[in-house]
């Protein structure tokens, strides 16, 4: 038998093993996984989350040298692996704004209010007395003596009910974002003795309403910075796919996110009074 008589019938000698071991091809290879957080473990996500980097540096600074471009663009990716744990997934999404006629009372009912939104500071500010007390017996006993400070009244529970229902109608976000939020704190208050308890990984459940922004000049510029004596608290917050929030009508980007929604501690910085907390949102099932 000639070389070609033997390759032929080398050739159908394969064919019959594989057909007969039920394989596609005579040598199989195992997928090759890559370690989690690494760039290979999400390469088409973070080619992908690099080009959108590189448009928004290119729309919001006056860089134009494609190389220091596409390097502070994989820097920003890298970053966002490092502290969210993966590459996250930008797109372009107008987050529709939620119809707030809504949320506006009957004519003639709780005239005293502008509507539901206007009741949230209160509703989140009896819901944070209320959380207090499981700790500070300061707190236990106001409830006691005061029960009007830690009670909804029946405006504030007629809000409460049109924004849950809010929540429950709209639709979820298709795409992750960063917002941020400020406080500033005096360094005695129990919330800040509750701060400094955290670390990376604990769960924590923010009482009542929190309004973020996707503006950090605005979050940070009004409500964090410039604390004087206090403790400044600057909130980096990433709303993943699937998040639900109110979107709120100004040029701020300002949103409100659903009653006491829960967060993953992903990270924190201190520096001198100033402390930064990295928190991931775990979307509300509503």
Not at 25 to 42: C, D, E, N
Not at 108 to 116: F, H, Q, S, V
Not at 136 to 159: C, G, H, I, T, W
Request: with cysteine; charged share 30%; glycine share 6%.
């Amino acid at each position: 038998m000639g070389k070609i008589g033997l390759a032929i019938n080398l050739a159908k000698r394969t064919a019959n093993f594989v057909k007969n071991s039920g394989k596609t091809s005579l040598i199989q290879t195992k997928p090759q996984m890559f370690k989690k957080g690494t760039v290979l473990a999400y390469e088409p996500k973070y080619n992908k989350a690099v080009k959108y980097y590189v448009d928004d540096i290119l729309q919001d600074t006056h860089l134009r040298n494609p190389h220091e471009v596409e390097s502070l663009a994989r820097q920003a990716v890298n970053n966002d692996m490092k502290t969210w744990g993966r590459v996250l997934e930008f797109g372009k999404e107008e987050k529709p704004l939620f119809d707030l006629e809504l949320l506006n009372f009957p004519p003639g009912k709780y005239d005293w209010y502008d509507g539901a939104i206007s009741c949230a500071m209160n509703i989140t500010k009896k819901a944070r007395y209320t959380e207090l007390t499981k700790t500070n017996p300061v707190y236990a006993q106001r409830m006691r003596s005061k029960p009007e400070l830690f009670k909804l009244d029946e405006a504030e529970a007629y809000a409460k009910k049109l924004l849950d229902k809010a929540f429950s109608q709209i639709k979820p976000t298709k795409y992750d974002s960063i917002e941020f939020r400020g406080v500033k704190v005096a360094k005695d208050s129990e919330f800040h003795k509750n701060f400094e308890k955290l670390k990376k990984g604990d769960i924590i459940t923010e009482p009542g309403y929190i309004w973020t922004s996707e503006n950090r000049g605005y979050a940070f510029g009004n409500y964090a910075d410039k604390a004087d004596d206090k403790v400044s608290i600057k909130y980096h917050m990433l709303m993943p796919k699937g998040t639900k929030e109110i979107r709120m009508y100004g040029h701020h980007n300002e949103n409100l996110t659903p009653y006491n929604s829960q967060y993953r501690v992903c990270g924190i910085l201190e520096s001198g009074n100033c402390k930064e907390l990295f928190l991931e949102h775990i979307p509300t099932k509503l």
